[in-house]
């Protein structure tokens, strides 16, 4: 057995964290609290358990999704996505 790590951003399921940068990340809840929520995306990081021999290419979304659903831990990552009105992303 092994872990990994997906990452499940809107309707799209990756093994890397999505396009947003390092320093657009919200750290603490008072940093969450400080922006509109309109303003922030959330990217969840699923920590799961696996046998060696899985292929995350050849699992379908909905595995992938029961997958997640079954996750031995679940992460949120908090992102600002717009400041000052221009777009971060």
Known sequence: ????????????????????????????LNDFIDFDLMDTEIVTEYIIEIHDDFIF???????LLLMCKNAKETIEHY???????????
Request: glycine letters at 0%; zero cysteines; proline letters at 2%.
């Open 1 to 28: 057995m092994k872990t990994i790590h997906i990452f499940k951003f809107k309707d799209s399921i990756t093994r890397k964290i999505p396009f947003f940068k390092e320093e657009h990340r919200l750290e603490t």
């Open 57 to 63: 290419e050849d699992t379908s979304k909905d595995d």
């Open 79 to 89: 992102f600002v996505v717009r400041l000052n009105d221009y777009d971060v992303i």
